[in-house]
């Protein structure tokens, strides 16, 4: 695979419209069977980025509120396992790019784009 694009696009005073970028992005390279591959590089605001099993637990509620306490927004990404915290000094670096050599080998109609959310 050969990077196409390096993105350092962020909003650093808006964690729920980094989390849409994202978001765009993946759904992107999903739709798109041509999109060029490429690196997203950036530091984000304070977030606590919570995954979609996160999301359906009871506490969940009480963890989103206790974010905000701390001065973290919490958003619900829908890649990734469990709650991961950022802040002004993390550099988060994020790949999108067809899977040409996947497990199973699933045909690119049946990419499932995730998405993210404010809390």
Sequence with gaps: MTIEQLLTT????????????AT?????????????ALIR???PARTLS?????????QFPAAAAAARRHGFTPVVRGAGGRAAA??????????????????????ASSASPRGSSAC
């Design 10 to 21: 962020h909003f650093p005073d808006d964690p729920v419209l980094d989390a849409a970028l």
């Design 24 to 36: 765009a992005l993946l759904r992107r390279t999903a739709r798109e069977p041509n999109a060029p």
């Design 41 to 43: 590089i950036y530091s």
């Design 50 to 58: 919570f995954g979609r099993l996160d999301a359906v637990r009871p």
């Design 86 to 107: 950022y802040h002004e000094q993390t550099l988060v670096v994020e790949m999108f790019s067809r899977d040409t050599e996947g497990m199973g080998r699933a045909p």
